[in-house]
Structures are given as structure tokens and as C-alpha cells.
């Protein structure tokens, strides 16, 4: 039987190529785009990784993009919290075959769609191979997205590195708080020793920044580390500001994005969104333009702009 990272693996890159692989990959070079996945993680809990998974879907689901938040954060599954919503079926029931796909899938009222989690998930290295088929195939449902948000579990585990492999961008989550850096940089290092890919689109964002200084050099330490004793390359993506409108957004389980659109976090995950893109965006120059850069130039219908 196959362990767990390899199971997990195994099933991200099939999530798309099933049985009309060989037509999406000539889609793909036709020019069609292909499911981006994104997964965020941490060395440690307590860094804000579920807030930014979240707010970071509805960014881009803001810029026009059809997003899908899976929340793989293993038994303590947090997605639904920071929406505010209570899930009726989660990923334990796709797993034992009690609902599919389309029945765990949830619309929500802020333009994505969420998977929810469920510690049942963690056993997924137990399954039988009829049941991992079987799963493999349901997660072909997610393949409708322009965007895959995976908001994993903190700290370490086969499951994680496995999310890091099969992603096209893995984005580390710290703070500046001493044990928030130590924990980030162990799970850089666990990400450089156990994969052999070099090149695994590793980005840090530095979170709760007292100022602009600050972010820049935590992540400057991190990223001079990596590249110089674990040869690896670590992208400074961004960084968030502290700001109060987080914490007010948590506590009435609503994301940022949501109640303060304007305040420092918002436009910081709006930065953020930019530079994963490689569009400029200017605060000046309004969500509008910023919208159209993203689009490619035409805003979708309906966008208040």
C-alpha cells in the first residue's frame, strides 16, 4: 500500500487528468487555462494561515476568478468558522462514500465555493485502492475552478508536504514573533530534505507587520538562510499589516475582505493577489482597474467597478 504522502500526491495530480487527460492537456496548450492550486501553510497554528486562505479566495473571486477553498487543516478544520458557516457534509462523508462531491461542495455568499474538512481525512492512507479510485475521481469535480485554495494544517506532517508537492505555488505563513520565524523556517527545511523538486514555487508572507521595515526583514533572514545552508529558493511575496478590523472580522465570523474592503489588511491581500498574478496594482488606481488588469482588460459582467 502506497503511505500516505504518496496516496496524497497521487491524488492532486489527478484531481484534473482522468479519464480526458489527453484533452485537457491539448486544451491547455490550445490556450485554455488550467486549475492554478494554491496551497497555504505554516510551521506553526496561531500565524493567521486560515484567515489568509480565506480572504485570499475571496480576493481573487473579487478580481472575477471561480474559486474552490478546500480546507485540509487535518481535525481542526477552521474555514467554515471564518465564514460563519455551519456545513452539513464535509470531507468525511465524500471519504466513506456517504455523499459526493457535488453534495459536499458549498456555495457561500461571498463568490466562492468551499470544501470542508473533517479529521476523517487523515485516515485517507488507510483506504482501500477501490475507495482511493473512487475519491480520486470525485476530486475531479474540482477541476471547473480557475482557482484551487488548499488551507492545510500548521507544523509538519506527510499530508502538508504532500499539498506543498502537488501545488503550483506553496505560500509559507509567519509572523515576526521569534517562534512563529523558527517554525516557518523548519518547515522550509523539512520541505527542502523530504522533496526532491528544488523548484517548488516556495513564497513567504509575513503577517502582522508593525510596518513595511519589519516585513521586509524577516523575510530577508529567511530567505538568505534558505538559499545559503538548504539551497532552496523562497520568494518574499508580501506582507500584511496588523490591523484592528482582523480581529473584529473574526469575532463576527466575517472576513475581513468583507467588512473593511479599504482597511490596511484588505489592500495588503489585494498586493498580495497582484504579485501571484504579476499585475501591478496602485492603490490610486482603484479595484476597477485593478479588476481589468486581472481579466485581461474586461471586467466580468455584473462587477461593481
Known amino acids: 500500500m502506497a503511505d500516505q504522502a504518496e496516496t496524497l500526491r497521487e491524488i492532486m495530480k489527478n484531481k484534473i487528468a482522468l479519464p480526458e487527460a489527453s484533452t485537457a492537456a491539448r486544451d491547455a496548450d490550445a490556450g485554455e487555462t488550467k486549475t492554478r492550486i494554491i496551497t497555504i501553510t505554516s510551521g506553526k497554528g496561531g500565524v493567521g494561515k486560515t484567515n489568509i486562505s480565506t480572504n485570499l479566495a475571496i480576493a481573487y473571486a473579487q478580481a472575477g476568478k471561480k474559486v474552490i477553498l478546500m480546507d485540509a487543516d487535518l481535525g481542526l478544520a477552521n474555514v467554515n468558522v471564518v465564514l460563519g458557516i455551519i456545513p452539513q457534509y464535509n470531507l468525511y462523508h465524500l471519504i466513506r462514500k456517504q455523499k459526493a462531491m457535488s453534495d459536499i461542495i458549498m456555495d457561500t455568499n461571498y463568490g466562492i465555493r ?103 526583514k524577516v523575510a530577508e533572514r529567511m530567505i538568505t538562510i534558505a538559499g545559503q545552508f538548504l539551497n532552496l529558493k523562497v520568494d518574499y511575496l508580501g506582507y500584511i499589516y496588523e490591523d484592528p478590523a482582523v480581529q473584529n472580522a473574526v469575532l463576527r465570523q466575517k472576513p475581513f475582505m468583507i467588512l473593511d474592503p479599504k482597511g490596511k489588511a484588505s489592500i495588503c491581500l489585494r498586493h498580495i493577489v497582484s504579485r501571484l498574478e504579476k499585475v501591478e496594482y496602485r492603490d490610486g488606481s482603484g479595484i476597477g482597474s485593478f479588476l481589468r488588469k486581472l481579466l485581461g482588460g474586461k471586467p466580468r459582467p455584473g462587477m461593481d467597478i
Open 114 to 216: 468551499i470544501v470542508a474538512g473533517a479529521s476523517g481525512f487523515a485516515k485517507i492512507a488507510n483506504l482501500t485502492e477501490e475507495e482511493r479510485k473512487s475519491f480520486v475521481s470525485e476530486l475531479s469535480e474540482l477541476s471547473n475552478a480557475d482557482i484551487i485554495i488548499i488551507d492545510t494544517s500548521a507544523g509538519v506532517s506527510n499530508n502538508v508536504l504532500s499539498f506543498v508537492e502537488a501545488a503550483d505555488e506553496a505560500l509559507i505563513i509567519t509572523t515576526p514573533e521569534p517562534t512563529a520565524i523558527t517554525d516557518a523556517y523548519g518547515i522550509i527545511k523539512i520541505i527542502a530534505t523530504e522533496m526532491d523538486k528544488q523548484n517548488l514555487g516556495l513564497k513567504l508572507i509575513v503577517n502582522r507587520v508593525k510596518s513595511v521595515v519589519e516585513g521586509r
